[in-house]
């Protein structure tokens, strides 16, 4: 059967918006999902600040969980603390599509539903398959890219959004009218190329797993 990648997730530090602005941010949100998955019905937003995406490629999934970290991050007030999201990614098979993924049933649900609920205070991203042999490999490794993660500025989530959606690095300078040399050292200090070779090395552990 079919494996699937549901991720669960939550913004951190959503509260401290206004209401104007936490209303603005969720339909934003909203849009940026439905625009990742293969069909609109693949991407929700509930109870105000959670989150839930049914997705098909491993790699694009942890590409993008990586983004809406980025996106929440480059949407932070200054002077206030910095938005995050915390997020579950579960692999396993579908066993029932509903109206839409927040109706769907299966076991890449209860993974990510169930990890999610599970995680670590400081814990911002855990991937969860039937393997657990596995699961305890991604959350060492994972625990690292965190700690990466959680300590990008803004500026840095900035590009970080950018390379993902496929921009050059001169097309970022343009769009954030700063010179290429500065986008450079943003993802150099981001340590980009370190997390992009992880990112590959978990998709490959996970589909050479899936195939065995």
């Not at 530090?13 to 209303?23: A, C, I, Q, V, Y």
């Not at 934003?28 to 019905?41: A, F, G, M, P, R």
């Not at 097309?171 to 980009?192: C, H, P, T």
């Amino acid at each position: 059967m079919k494996n699937y990648i549901v991720i669960t997730g939550d913004i951190e530090g959503f509260t401290f918006l206004n209401e104007k602005r936490r209303e603005v941010l969720m339909i934003q949100t909203q849009e940026l999902i439905n625009s990742w998955v293969s069909k609109e019905d693949y991407a929700r937003i509930f109870r105000g600040d959670s989150f839930q995406l049914l997705m098909e490629d491993i790699q694009q999934a942890i590409l993008r969980a990586i983004q809406l970290r980025c996106w929440f991050k480059k949407q932070s007030v200054k002077g206030k603390k910095m938005l995050d999201a915390r997020m579950a990614i579960g692999i396993g098979a579908v066993s029932y599509f509903g109206k839409s993924v927040l109706e769907s049933d299966g076991e890449a649900f209860h993974l990510s539903g169930r990890n999610f609920d599970a995680l670590d205070a400081d814990e911002y991203l855990r991937i969860v398959t039937a393997d657990e042999q596995i699961n305890g490999q991604l959350k060492i490794i994972l625990k690292l890219v965190d700690i990466l993660i959680s300590g990008w500025t803004i500026q840095q989530a900035e590009v970080i959004y950018m390379i993902i959606e496929g921009k050059t690095q001169q097309q970022m300078a343009d769009e954030l009218k700063i010179v290429q040399s500065a986008v450079n050292n943003r993802i150099r200090l981001a340590k980009w190329k370190e997390i992009e070779k992880t990112i590959r090395y978990i998709s490959n552990l996970i589909e050479n797993n899936d195939a065995s």
